[in-house]
């Protein structure tokens, strides 16, 4: 289950938790557009060039770079600062916090934390 969490979560905190229990960690500025916000997981996780910048692709990259990860332990993706984009464009948010919750549960090696602030 996609873990969610408000805003006074202390970011170093949560991230230096996950790495001491063994997780590898990428910290995702969620952004106020769809535009940036497919753009900040595109540059934080080197998503290749053919990254079609919607959300059909934002899974696919997804569920590749879960899929290679396996057997390399598990992996933390922290969605953070959702509350313009929930705030500013609605159906996006909506779209990417069930990508990433498909994600999860397909992959038990993923694990999903959504700040909202």
């Known amino acids: 289950m996609m873990r969610h969490l408000g805003d006074r979560v202390d970011l170093d905190g949560l ?3 996950a790495v001491e229990e063994g997780r590898e960690v990428q910290v995702i500025p969620a952004r106020s557009t769809k535009a940036e916000a497919l753009a900040a997981f595109s540059e934080t996780l080197n998503f290749p060039e053919w990254f079609g910048m919607n959300l059909d692709a ?4 997804l569920d590749t770079f879960a899929r290679e990860s396996e057997g390399q332990g598990e992996w933390e993706l922290v969605w953070d600062g959702v ?3 929930r ?7 909506a779209g990417i916090e069930r990508i990433l919750d498909d994600l999860q549960r397909e992959h038990p090696h993923v694990h999903v934390t959504v700040i909202e602030r």
Not at 87 to 93: L, N, S, Y
């Open 58 to 61: 934002l899974a696919d990259c």
């Open 15 to 17: 991230v230096a938790d």
């Open 87 to 93: 705030r500013d464009d609605p159906r996006t948010f």
């Open 83 to 85: 509350a313009a984009l």
